[in-house]
């Protein structure tokens, strides 16, 4: 017996519209063997459709998380620091504390990242 299985569209377009960068992330082509970055975006996928739509909350949740990845895939140096910060066995679903704080680590650290780099582009002049 085959199971069909329905979407609401309607909330998986409220979802993508929270994650602009949603294509870029999940088709990111990662070097082999880099188990990191695989399991970072199976993560951020998983996690990013198991939000509820709804709550405004959790789509601001959801959005930061989709900068971060983003900034993840596009910016060497975020990366590595990105690794310094979170290792593969921080990013499961077994547990919502470890759940909690991988989300708390990388958007702090995006946050401080962010504020950094605006900092060394006003200090920066040229003569």
Not at 84 to 107: Q, W
Request: some cysteine; glycine content about 4%.
């Amino acid at each position: 017996m085959i199971q069909t299985q329905t979407i609401d569209i309607q909330y998986v377009k409220k979802i993508l519209d929270n994650c602009p960068h949603y294509d870029m992330i999940v088709n990111y082509e990662y070097p082999y063997g880099d188990v990191l970055s695989k399991k970072l975006i199976d993560w951020y996928r998983e996690l990013i459709f198991s939000a509820n739509g709804n709550n405004e909350n959790q789509l601001i949740l959801i959005k930061a998380l989709d900068k971060s990845l983003y900034l993840y895939v596009k910016d060497n140096k975020y990366k590595r620091g990105i690794r310094k910060i979170i290792g593969v066995d921080d990013l499961s679903f077994n547990n919502k504390v470890t759940i909690k704080d991988s989300i708390k680590k990388l958007i702090e650290y995006t946050s401080n990242y962010e504020k950094k780099e605006v900092r060394e582009v006003s200090i920066a002049k040229w003569l």
